[in-house]
């Protein structure tokens, strides 16, 4: 099982790196005991320990980009966005706002990061605009529904837009947690380059069934083209785990303990 989770891994970077250049190279990875930067830019992993001042802790929202060289930009623990020095970028505070972002992300002295799943986060390049990104993300909040064994739930999928043109290439946020689909998805997004080698498809399943929402990401930014019911059949599993595209980006593949590993072709 362990094994087939690293394939998974391995699989999301070998896609990121040959369809987006060398955008992924710049790993961030932190908690309260500091933060380590990861750089594959020689083709193996180089890391640095980095000093900062704020308390960044990554979990799931975590997620972080590179320009076309290789070179960190920015990236985001879920709570705030921060620039290449490590600080909040001018308008990238407070993403994901909320009672679920009050209890996570600013108990001071120890913030304990914003708590979406694993792919809970997702930067792309803004197909045909240059220096601007697209960051997709999900907003929680407190399950209170009777019988509910999740800590969180959240029907908002949101979209931050970044122009890294601004503040002596810096950066700053020019648009913030903008609704772009309320339909209730997991914390998981996908992407995969579109075959005019421009734009993005986005995959994010939908919670507690097998129908599967697909986004298209282009120069006007993000929308829904459909939603495809498609898979296990059984309603009530809350998958999580994983979701990928393989290198090629014609093969999508779904891995959770609850519903094993399901392999589905894709038309990009």
Same mark, same amino acid.
């Given at each position: 099982?362990?094994?087939?989770?690293?394939?998974?891994?391995?699989?999301? +970077?070998?896609?990121?790196?040959?369809?987006?250049?060398?955008?992924?190279?710049?790993?961030?990875?932190?908690?309260?005991?500091?933060?380590?930067?990861?750089?594959?830019?020689?083709?193996?992993?180089?890391?640095?320990?980095?000093?900062?001042?704020?308390?960044?802790?990554?979990?799931?929202?975590?997620?972080?980009?590179?320009?076309?060289?290789?070179?960190? /930009?920015?990236?985001?623990?879920?709570?705030?966005?921060?620039?290449?020095?490590?600080?909040?970028?001018?308008?990238?505070?407070e993403i994901n706002p909320g009672?679920?972002?009050?209890?996570?992300?600013? @108990?001071?002295?120890?913030?304990?990061?914003?708590?979406?799943?694993? /792919?809970?986060?997702?930067?792309?390049?803004?197909?045909?605009?240059?220096?601007?990104?697209?960051?997709?993300?999900?907003?929680?909040? +407190?399950?209170?529904?009777?019988?509910?064994?999740?800590?969180?739930?959240?029907?908002?999928?949101?979209?931050?837009?970044?122009?890294?043109?601004?503040?002596?290439?810096?950066?700053?946020?020019?648009?913030?947690?903008?609704? +772009?689909?309320?339909?209730?998805?997991?914390? @998981?997004?996908?992407?995969?380059?579109?075959?005019?080698?421009?734009?993005?498809?986005?995959?994010?399943?939908?919670?507690?069934?097998?129908?599967?929402?697909?986004?298209?990401?282009?120069?006007?930014? @993000? /929308?829904?083209?459909?939603?495809?019911?498609?898979?296990?059949?059984?309603?009530?599993?809350?998958?999580?785990?994983?979701?990928? +595209?393989?290198?090629?980006?014609?093969?999508?593949?779904r891995f959770s303990s609850a519903?094993?590993?399901? @392999?589905?072709d894709f038309d990009r």
């Amino acid at each position: 099982m362990k094994t087939l989770l690293v394939m998974l891994v391995l699989f999301t +970077f070998l896609v990121n790196s040959t369809n987006a250049q060398h955008h992924d190279n710049v790993w961030i990875a932190a908690d309260l005991s500091g933060m380590l930067k990861i750089d594959f830019s020689t083709g193996e992993p180089v890391t640095e320990v980095v000093s900062y001042s704020d308390s960044i802790v990554m979990e799931g929202g975590g997620a972080s980009v590179a320009n076309a060289n290789g070179e960190l /930009q920015f990236y985001t623990n879920g709570c705030d966005v921060y620039n290449r020095r490590h600080r909040i970028m001018e308008g990238g505070a407070e993403i994901n706002p909320g009672e679920v972002f009050d209890e996570f992300c600013r @108990i001071y002295p120890y913030p304990r990061g914003y708590p979406v799943s694993s /792919q809970g986060s997702l930067i792309l390049p803004w197909p045909g605009t240059k220096d601007k990104y697209l960051l997709l993300h999900k907003a929680l909040e +407190f399950d209170f529904r009777e019988g509910a064994t999740s800590i969180a739930y959240g029907d908002q999928s949101l979209v931050t837009t970044i122009d890294m043109r601004l503040n002596d290439g810096d950066g700053g946020v020019t648009s913030k947690n903008v609704l +772009f689909d309320s339909l209730l998805v997991e914390q @998981i997004f996908s992407a995969n380059k579109h075959a005019n080698g421009i734009d993005w498809w986005v995959v994010s399943a939908l919670r507690d069934t097998n129908a599967l929402a697909v986004y298209l990401v282009n120069q006007e930014g @993000i /929308q829904r083209t459909s939603v495809q019911v498609i898979g296990n059949t059984d309603a009530n599993i809350t998958r999580g785990g994983q979701d990928v +595209f393989t290198p090629l980006g014609d093969k999508f593949l779904r891995f959770s303990s609850a519903a094993g590993l399901e @392999i589905f072709d894709f038309d990009r």
